[in-house]
C-alpha cells in the first residue's frame, strides 16, 4: 500500500468512527424502545437482539396525551411554518432587491438580535402577556410566536435565495408591464422554489423541535410533542422503555424528512453555504 | 428590446425604473414582518424592560417603581455569579472541541473518498434531532445503574462513572452531548468553506513546492478564516442560548452544577417566582450579547 493509498484508508476509518459514533446513541434508543424491562436492566448491556416486542409503543401510543400532544405539534409545525416563511419571504423580497428605505437597518438589527437571544429572555415576558390576554394554553398563540422566533431564518435563507436570480429577468418583466407584486408572484415565486422548499423544510424543523416556548405558554390543552416526551424524565420512576419509544417518535418525521429530503435541509441548516 | 429598454431607463431620472421603485415601496413588503416583530419581541421587551425595574411577581400584579434593586439583588446573587462561569465553561470547552474536531473532519470529508457521502449522512444526523430527545437518549446511555456506557466499562472490568450525579462530570457530560449534536454543524459550514475555496492559489503554492501542511497553514486557512469567525459567533450565541437538552438531562443539576444562565432565568422565573428578578436577568443577558451583535453586523448577513 503506498503512501496516499495509506492515508486515504485512515480518513476512511477515521470517518466510519464517527459515523459509528453519531449513530449509536440513535440506535440504542431505538433499541432501548423495543426491549421489555429484563432486556433494559441487564446488567450486561446486549448490543444486539434479544425479545424485541413492540409493547412501549402501544403503551404510548394508546396515551391520550400522547395523541393529541402529536396533533398540536403538526398543527402548530404547519401553520408556524407558513406564516413565518410567507412573511420572511416577502420581506426578503424588499431586502434582496436592494431598497435602500429607512426602516431596512432597524429592521436587520432586530433579526440579529432575535437571532442571538435565548428564548427565555422573551418567555418570561410573553408568559406575563399570554396570561393577561387569556391566550394561555392557546394553539393560536404558539403558532404566532414559534412564526416570530423563527423570523431571521426565513429572512436570511430568502434574501439568500432571491439574490441568485438575476435582476434583469425582473426588469425586463417590468418594461412588459408587468406590476411589483406580479412580479413577485408570477416570477420570482416560482424561480425561487427550490431555496423555498430548503427554507420551509429547515423552518418546519426548528418549529417541530422547539420546546422552552410550548413549556411555558401550554398547559394540557395545547402541549405539544416535545413537551410530552420531556414529561418522562420529571416523573418520579422513569419507564424507560416507554421514556425511549417516545423519544423514538418524536424523532421518526426528523429521520423520514433528513432520509426524503436531506440536501435541502442541508442547505437550510449551513443558512444557504452549502448549494450542491 | 433594446429600444424599450432605453426608454425605460430614460424615464427614470437616471437610475432604472426597478430600482426607482422598490426604494420607494420597499417598506410595504416589510410591514407584516414588523407585525410580528411588535407583537412577539418589541412589545414582550419593552414589557420587561419596565418590569425589571419594578417589584412585579406572579402573585402580586399592582407593583411598586424599586429602581434598580432588581439588578442589584442579581449582582450580589451568588447563583447567578455561578451560572455565569457555567456559562463560559460550557462555550469555552464546546468551543475547543467543536471547531478542531469538525475542522478535521470537514478536511477528511473534503478528501471525497468514495463511499463518505453516506459517511457524512450519518455524521450529521444528530444535528437535525429535537434536543428533548438528545436529553432523554444521554439520560437513557449515562444512567448509572443500568446505562449503557456504564455498563460497557463494567464488561472491561472498569468502575462506574457517575455521568450525571457527580458535579465535575455532569458538567463534562453537558459538554459532551453538546459536542455529540453539534459538531457536525462546524464539520458542515467548514466543508462548505473549504470547497468554496478557488483551486487556482492551492495548486500555485503546490508548484511553488509547498508541503500539504504549508498549503493549510499559509493558504487554506486564511482563506477560510472569515467562515471560520462565522462558526465560532454561532457556536457561542448557541451556547448561551442551550437550555433544552441540558434541562432534560441535569435540569441544571446535581444542585446547580450545570445551571447555565438560561436555566438560572427560568428558575428565577418559574420555580422562584421572581417575574421582576427574571426580567432584570433577561435585560442582562441581552445588553451582554452587545459585542456579539455588533460582530454579527460587521460580519454582514448570515
Request: aromatic share 12%; hydrophobic share 55%.
Amino acid at each position: 500500500m503506498n503512501k496516499s493509498k495509506l492515508a486515504r484508508f485512515s480518513a476512511f476509518i477515521v470517518l466510519l468512527f464517527f459515523f459509528i459514533g453519531s449513530l449509536f446513541p440513535i440506535y440504542w434508543t431505538l433499541l432501548t424502545s423495543l426491549r421489555d424491562r429484563l432486556d433494559i436492566f441487564a446488567k450486561v448491556p446486549k448490543f444486539f437482539g434479544g425479545n424485541l416486542t413492540l409493547e412501549n409503543y402501544r403503551s404510548v401510543i394508546s396515551d391520550e396525551t400522547f395523541i393529541s400532544s402529536l396533533k398540536n405539534s403538526v398543527f402548530i409545525t404547519v401553520l408556524a411554518t407558513f406564516v413565518s416563511v410567507l412573511v420572511g419571504s416577502l420581506a426578503a423580497y424588499a431586502l434582496a432587491r436592494n431598497g435602500r428605505f429607512k426602516s431596512r437597518r432597524p429592521f436587520e438589527s432586530w433579526m440579529i438580535l432575535l437571532r442571538a437571544l435565548p428564548g427565555i429572555v422573551l418567555a418570561v415576558p410573553l408568559y406575563q402577556m399570554v396570561v393577561k390576554l387569556g391566550l394561555y394554553d392557546n394553539s393560536w398563540a404558539l403558532v404566532i410566536c414559534y412564526a416570530a422566533i423563527n423570523l431571521p431564518y426565513s429572512v436570511w435563507l430568502m434574501v439568500g435565495f432571491i439574490q441568485g436570480i438575476p435582476i434583469e429577468i425582473e426588469e425586463s418583466a417590468q418594461i412588459d408591464g408587468a406590476s411589483q407584486f406580479r412580479i413577485l408572484t408570477r416570477i420570482i415565486l416560482p424561480l425561487v422554489r427550490s431555496g423555498l422548499g430548503a427554507t420551509t423544510i429547515f423552518v418546519a424543523m426548528l418549529s417541530w423541535n422547539e420546546y422552552l416556548l410550548p413549556l411555558i405558554l401550554a398547559d394540557e390543552g395545547s402541549k405539544t410533542l416535545p413537551v410530552y416526551v420531556g414529561g418522562f424524565v420529571t416523573s418520579r420512576t422513569i419507564d424507560y422503555g416507554a421514556m425511549a419509544a417516545a423519544a423514538c417518535l418524536c424523532i421518526i418525521p426528523i429521520a423520514l424528512v433528513t432520509l426524503l429530503v436531506q440536501k435541502q435541509l442541508i442547505r437550510g441548516l449551513s443558512l444557504g453555504a452549502v448549494k450542491e | 428590446m433594446r429600444s424599450q429598454q432605453k426608454q425605460f431607463f430614460e424615464r427614470s431620472d437616471g437610475r432604472t425604473l426597478k430600482k426607482w421603485q422598490i426604494r420607494k415601496t420597499g417598506w410595504v413588503y416589510l410591514i407584516p414582518a414588523w407585525l410580528l416583530l411588535l407583537a412577539i419581541v418589541l412589545v414582550p421587551m419593552f414589557f420587561s424592560f419596565t418590569s425589571s425595574f419594578s417589584d412585579a411577581n406572579l402573585m402580586n400584579s399592582d407593583s411598586q417603581f424599586i429602581g434598580f434593586d432588581n439588578y442589584n439583588q442579581i449582582f450580589k446573587d451568588s447563583l447567578f455569579w455561578e451560572a455565569t462561569r457555567t456559562t463560559v465553561i460550557i462555550s469555552g470547552m464546546s468551543l475547543l472541541i467543536q471547531i478542531p474536531l469538525g475542522f478535521f473532519l470537514a478536511v477528511l470529508l473534503n478528501m471525497e473518498l468514495r463511499g463518505t457521502a453516506l459517511l457524512r449522512s450519518g455524521i450529521l444526523m444528530p444535528l437535525l434531532l429535537t434536543p428533548v430527545a438528545v436529553g432523554l437518549m444521554w439520560r437513557l446511555m449515562m444512567n448509572i445503574d443500568n446505562g449503557v456506557i456504564n455498563g460497557t466499562l463494567h464488561m472491561f472490568g472498569l468502575p462506574a462513572i457517575d455521568w450525571l450525579g457527580d458535579r465535575n462530570s455532569a458538567i463534562l457530560s453537558v459538554i459532551l452531548v453538546d459536542s455529540w449534536q453539534n459538531t457536525a454543524f462546524v464539520m458542515l459550514l467548514l466543508l462548505a468553506g473549504l470547497q468554496n475555496i478557488p483551486a487556482s492559489p492551492i495548486e500555485a503554492a503546490k508548484v511553488d513546492g509547498a508541503s500539504t501542511f504549508q498549503v493549510y497553514r499559509h493558504v487554506i486557512l486564511p482563506l477560510l478564516a472569515p467562515v471560520a469567525l462565522v462558526v465560532v459567533m454561532i457556536r457561542i450565541i448557541e451556547s448561551i442560548k442551550l437550555f433544552d437538552f441540558i434541562y432534560i438531562l441535569t435540569s441544571g443539576g446535581p444542585g446547580t452544577a450545570t445551571q447555565n444562565i438560561s436555566l438560572l432565568d427560568f428558575r428565577y422565573g418559574f420555580t422562584f417566582l421572581q417575574t421582576a428578578q427574571a426580567a432584570a436577568l433577561g435585560i442582562i443577558i441581552t445588553l451582554s450579547l452587545t459585542p456579539m451583535y455588533l460582530l454579527w453586523r460587521r460580519a454582514n448577513r448570515i
